[in-house]
């Protein structure tokens, strides 16, 4: 089993393992424990875990909301858990924000652990201690920073995932390549199946690192939203029928672009289009959208003394910040827009 630490308000360890039963037996012998899951993985989690020890929640989105965080607490506080009580989230990003936000109101506040079940999941939203609901205004506008007491990543899960969750899972791999640690991008060059192990693993080495650093995002923690700009306009703009990685793909070709404008080589640029083409990922957006998503980006909680802010790559592995005024992004979104 290889570990990777994390130091956030606590310091927690993220394990990577080839069987997520043994381990989560074992927390059950050593405490009382609830399970958060989405129907859809019951079947998966099969007799590993007592019917009566799992909280199930709707699917995806629909449970990041008010009415499940009050139904399970609820169901919670009905079977008497205690402060003592451990609950484990058991699915993608949406429940392990959903089971994190729970642990850290119910009784203000219990431990809870991560087993994270998509790509996206165990890169991205099960490390770092962010986690919340929507608000109907926005989302994940509803949270707290609440680090899991350990993260269990068990890459078997991803047999069931369908390719296209996968594949938009991996953006945040090649963002985390780009940023800082070019074997990523070489792993996901030669073979992203084979490598599929390696890739989330480094992955999630570059999350730690950077949150192990600034935890509560007050300035290194930003260079994780490379990319992420633009990309969350697209979101929003394409009414969240793009998966949050196919936009942020969109968003680091744009990144790239912008940063070409600031010095960055063509290759790099051009190294981005292809591996994220590779991977079947959208790289362009409609040309028409452009003031909307131009609006939107200024809305983004990226915007800072009246500027948009980007990061922006220098080189591989070297990000830097820059502001950049509304022609040179209209004229850079024009180059991705089809
Ligand atoms: N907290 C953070 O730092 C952070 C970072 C990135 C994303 N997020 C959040 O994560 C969510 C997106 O992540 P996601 O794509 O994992 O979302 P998700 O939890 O909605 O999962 C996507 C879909 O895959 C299904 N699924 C999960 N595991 C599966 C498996 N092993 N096999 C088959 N199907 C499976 C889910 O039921 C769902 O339908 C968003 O809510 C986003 O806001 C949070």
């Not at 059950?28 to 129907?39: G, K, Q």
């Not at 989105?61 to 607490?73: D, G, I, M, P, V």
């Not at 592995?317 to 991705?336: N, W």
Request: aromatic fraction near 6%; proline fraction near 2%; charged fraction near 25%.
């Amino acid at each position: 089993m290889k570990s990777i630490q994390v130091r956030a308000e606590r310091s927690y360890q993220v394990d990577i393992c080839d069987n997520w039963r043994t381990e989560i037996s074992s927390v059950f012998e050593s405490r009382e424990t609830y399970v958060v899951a989405p129907r859809r993985l019951l079947s998966e989690i099969g007799t590993t875990i007592a019917e009566n020890k799992i909280l199930v929640v709707p699917d995806g989105e629909n449970q990041k909301n008010f009415e499940t965080l009050q139904s399970l607490a609820e169901n919670l506080a009905s079977r008497g858990a205690s402060r003592e009580t451990l609950l484990i989230a058991i699915g993608g990003g949406a429940t392990t924000d959903l089971t994190g936000f729970l642990a850290a109101s119910y009784l203000r506040g219990i431990d809870w652990l991560a087993v994270p079940t998509t790509v996206a999941g165990m890169v991205d939203a099960a490390i770092g201690g962010k986690t919340g609901i929507n608000l109907t205004s926005g989302k994940n506008l509803f949270g707290a920073f609440n680090s899991p007491v350990r993260v269990i990543v068990d890459t078997s899960w991803l047999n069931t995932l369908s390719a296209r969750d996968r594949a938009a899972g991996l953006a945040e791999s090649v963002k985390c390549g780009f940023i800082r640690d070019e074997k990523i991008l070489q792993l996901i060059e030669s073979d992203p199946t084979e490598n599929l192990v390696e890739i989330i693993g480094r992955s999630i080495q570059v999350k730690a690192d950077v949150v192990s650093l600034d935890f509560r995002e007050d300035g290194e923690r930003e260079i994780l939203n490379y990319g992420h700009t633009l990309g969350h306009a697209v979101e929003r703009h394409s009414g969240y029928t793009l998966r949050h990685g196919e936009a942020v793909s969109i968003g680091l070709v744009f990144a790239a672009k912008l940063s070409q404008k600031f010095g960055l080589g063509k290759e790099v640029v051009e190294r981005h289009s292809s591996i994220l083409q590779n991977l079947n990922l959208p790289v362009s957006y409609e040309k028409s959208a452009w003031p909307a998503i131009y609006d939107l980006m200024g809305k983004d909680k990226k915007r800072r003394a009246g500027e948009i802010r980007f990061v922006t790559l220098k080189s591989i592995g070297f990000t830097e910040r820059q502001s950049a005024a509304v022609g040179i992004l209209s004229e850079v979104y024009r180059e991705i827009g089809r």
